[in-house]
T-cell receptor, first 117, second 113 residues
Framework: DQQVKQNSPSLSVQEGRISILNCDYT??????FLWYKKYPAEGPTFLISISSIKDKNEDGRFTVFLNKSAKHLSLHIVPSQPGDSAVYFC????????????????FGQGTILTVHP | KAGVTQTPRYLIKTRGQQVTLSCSPI?????VSWYQQTPGQGLQFLFE???????NKGNFPGRFSGRQFSNSRSEMNVSTLELGDSALYLC????????????FGSGTQLSVL
């Protein structure tokens, strides 16, 4: 039972263009969503998060959009840079809604982003 | 501010042995969580400790255990190692309030031969 899904295993974009990474979830109890960037054999690095009370959050080149009715979130990177090439993980957790799931993030399978110069 | 520190970085063990991994959280963080990453299963939650108590647990067998010390440092132990335990083990720390971002260490790469 995969509660968080990233259906695109890979994405390739040109430098300077927009990268859009997508994520779907099934558990309606999730109320906090995060995106992490990861390189092989290293730990994930936090990028940006969004609470379920919002539908958009921006931080520099990164914007996360949340569509609660569709149980869908996306990460937009504009403009994309070669240094953005990595695996991107979407994650979800339960904060206050339905009981807090301390320390537990449910991750998607990841999307490999490649940004070509 | 120092990040999450995990030791050792790499470990090679044989089947049947046991292993202990260590994690030092970010200063001021009282929650430590452990995750296993494998190519087939992705990132999976093992357990979470807060104030020396296990507060949350994932779906792993009892061979996987952990503990937390009064300074918030944590250790994870795997007994009777199996080939399938080969993975990257990640530790993450946070304030422990729930519904918050976690800060991950670089991980311990465990190979079981």
């Amino acid at each position: 039972d995969q509660q968080v899904k990233q259906n695109s295993p890979s994405l390739s974009v040109q430098e300077g263009r927009i990268s859009i990474l997508n994520c779907d979830y099934t558990n309606s109890m999730f109320d906090y969503f995060l995106w992490y960037k990861k390189y092989p054999a290293e730990g994930p690095t936090f990028l940006i998060s969004i609470s379920s009370i919002k539908d958009k959050n921006e931080d520099g080149r990164f914007t996360v959009f949340l569509n609660k009715s569709a149980k869908h979130l996306s990460l937009h990177i504009v403009p994309s840079q070669p240094g953005d090439s990595a695996v991107y993980f979407c994650a979800a957790s339960r904060g206050n809604a339905g009981g807090t799931s301390y320390g537990k993030l449910t991750f998607g399978q990841g999307t490999i982003l490649t940004v070509h110069p | 501010k120092a990040g999450v520190t995990q030791t050792p970085r790499y470990l090679i063990k044989t089947r049947g042995q046991q292993v202990t991994l260590s994690c030092s959280p970010i200063s001021g963080h009282r929650s430590v969580s452990w995750y296993q990453q494998t190519p087939g299963q992705g990132l999976q939650f093992l357990f979470e400790y807060f104030s020396e108590t296990q507060r949350n647990k994932g779906n792993f067998p009892g061979r996987f255990s952990g503990r937390q010390f009064s300074n918030s440092r944590s250790e994870m132990n795997v007994s009777t190692l199996e080939l399938g335990d080969s993975a990257l083990y990640l530790c993450a720390s946070s304030l422990g309030q729930g519904g918050e971002k976690l800060f991950f260490g670089s991980g311990t790469q465990l190979s079981v031969l």
